[in-house]
Structures are given as C-alpha cells and as structure tokens.
C-alpha cells in the first residue's frame, strides 16, 4: 500500500480509538462489506497493515505523552532553580555572593586612573577579572564595558542577546586599550558588619549606575522561557498542518489508489449515460455501482459533482458536508435520482487495484 493509504488508515484508526458512538458501528460494518468485495489475496495484506498501523499508533501515543512529561518536568525544574535564586537575590544576598558592582557617570567617561579613582570614592577598589569572572557565574549580567585592574575592558553576560555579548554567556573582553580611553568600571568591595549597609546602598544607587541586576535577570529568563514555548507550540502547529495538507491530498481523487472509486470528468457535466460508460472503459474501468460508491464513502472518499452510475442513477459521496455540498445534512452518498440517460453529468468508475509487491 502506498504512503497516502497509510495515512488515511492511520486516521481511521485514531477515530476508532475514541469511545464508540452509533455512527461507528455503521463504519465498521461498511468496512466490513466492503473488505468482503475486495480479492481474497489483498484481504490478509490489508489486515496485517491494519494492525502494524495500530501498533504504530500505539507506540506514537507513548512517545508523544514521554516527551511532553519530560518537557514538562525540565521547564517546572528550570523555574523552581530560577525562583529560589530570586528569592535570595531579593533579599540583597547578591552583594554577600560576589560584591562586585557597576559604577558610571553617564556613559564611558571614565579613564583608567578616574576609574580606579571612582571605586575608592564608593569605599570600594577596582576589580580583577576572577572577581568579575565569579560574579557572572553567579548570574551577574550588565551590559556596560567596563575597566578592571588588570587594565582590560569587559562586561558580564548571562543572557545574551543583540547588542549584549550574542553567543554563549560569559565575560566579555575588548582587550587593553590605552589608559587614556574612557569606559565605565567595576568596583569590587566585601564589607564588614559596620559597612555592609552603606554598600547595600551603593550597589542600590542609580547615580552610580549600580544595580542588584535581579529584576532584569528574571525578565530576561522570562523572555527566553516564552521564546522556546513559542518555538515548541510553532514546531507543533506545522506538524499539524503537514498532516492537514496530506488529508487534503487523500481527498483530491488519490481515492482510486484506495478502494478503486475515481472520479472523471470531461469539463463540467458533459457526459450522457452511453459516454459516461465508455470513458471508464477507456480509463481501463467499469462504471462503478451504488454499493461501491457507497463503500468508497464510508472510507472517506468525498467528491462534490455528480455522476452516473452503473443502475442509471446520478449520486455524489459527501463525508464532510458543507454549503452546497451537502448542505447541514448527514454524511452519506447523496441523490439526483435517475434522469434521463440523454441528460448528461460526470461519472464514478471502478478498478480493483492489484496488490502491490
């Protein structure tokens, strides 16, 4: 069976693994009839299809729920870690952590001698870059080079993004200028119990251009989280189209690769009774009957236009009703009743496949 069967036998076997209704029983029957009309040599191939398709279904049920747990699990884990640091560093034990803060006035204006100069005034002393390098490890994010004592220029990253260290996180470095070049810098400062809150204030200055950096923080987190949801829920939805357009596919005529139902035309009803015949003839078919059509139908097979048919009828299978095709009714084969042969229409004809090797 080709890949397009496939996917239509997989639907049908996810519509039955829902708690039966009425109209199910009815399919099962018209599944059976119409298995009873196929040849005795395809009926075990389609069974064992049948089943490999059931246990595929199976075994993708399984994987789908795995994935989402453990998707689950990792998101709630990453929030429980991101909450509990916000929570210490909401209580300013950032500055217990690593002491190192961000001093500026206005926006690099300081050369390496003001800068030096800028973090004795704040009770504090430049930098090293093992200083720095620890704090961002704990989470320290700003993004403003700034000088260190070893006369290089850097900045702390956490969570990159345009315009703030793109790539992985880590210190970022824009060499050693010449000292007379301006940036902003970091200050480094362990204070003792006596000093502890003028540092907590320090750090907490907006005139030094200083922060505890844990608002920020959370809102970056939260917008990488929201990013990789809209990725996860995009990758989804393509999923779900791709197997749309493949239905989509299964519906336009691919149903004579199915159950030996086609539909022809010559233009728009231009086919008298006499000529509807012979063009199945010409297609290497018959003309196909009210029963085969209706076991086409009953596997899905839906086709707007109306045809004749071998007992002289003109019917049309509908398993989606819609305006004009239809109408609010039930699904089912739908009737003109039995015009005149003169009078000219489309035509459904019938071919049994040969089973594939």
Request: proline fraction near 4%; hydrophobic fraction near 35%.
């Amino acid at each position: 069976m080709n890949f397009k069967c496939t996917v239509f036998v997989l639907c049908c076997l996810v519509s039955l693994t829902q708690a039966k209704a009425p109209w199910q029983d009815k399919f099962e029957r018209a599944m059976g009839k119409f298995l009873d009309i196929l040849f005795e040599d395809v009926k075990p191939g389609l069974n064992d299809e049948i089943f490999r398709l059931a246990a595929l279904v199976e075994t993708m049920n399984a994987t789908l729920a795995q994935t989402q747990q453990k998707l689950t699990k990792q998101i709630l884990d990453e929030i429980e870690e991101v909450k509990e640091n916000v929570n210490d560093m909401q209580k300013c034990t950032c500055s217990k952590r690593f002491w190192v803060f961000h001093v500026a006035v206005g926006r690099y204006t300081l050369n390496f001698e003001q800068a030096k100069q800028k973090c004795i005034d704040n009770g504090a002393k430049i930098a090293a870059p093992n200083q720095l390098q620890a704090a961002q490890a704990r989470g320290y994010d700003q993004c403003q080079a700034g000088w260190l004592s070893d006369g290089s220029v850097r900045y702390p990253i956490t969570m990159p993004r345009w315009g703030c260290g793109e790539g992985s996180p880590g210190v970022r470095s824009w060499g050693k200028p010449a000292k007379t070049k301006t940036y902003d810098v970091y200050c480094f400062k362990k204070p003792n119990t006596q000093s502890h809150n003028a540092f907590e204030r320090a750090i907490d200055d907006k005139d030094t251009g200083g922060t505890c950096f844990v608002d920020r923080l959370l809102e970056k987190l939260s917008e990488a989280l929201a990013e990789q949801q809209q990725q996860q829920t995009k990758q989804i939805l393509d999923k779900i189209e791709e197997v749309e357009e493949k239905v989509d596919d299964i519906r336009k005529c691919t149903c004579s690769e199915r159950y030996g139902v086609f539909h022809l035309a010559v233009g728009r009803y231009t086919l008298n009774f006499e000529q509807a015949k012979q063009i199945c003839i010409d297609n290497g078919a018959v003309i196909a009957t009210v029963e085969q059509l209706k076991a086409a139908q009953s596997f899905g097979f839906d086709q707007c236009s109306a045809g004749w048919l071998s007992d002289g009828s003109v019917r049309y299978p509908i398993t989606m009703p819609r305006p004009g095709c239809g109408g609010d009714g039930p699904p089912g084969i739908k009737s003109w009743g039995n015009p005149a042969k003169t009078n000219t229409y489309d035509v459904y004809c019938f071919k049994k496949e040969k089973q594939q090797q």
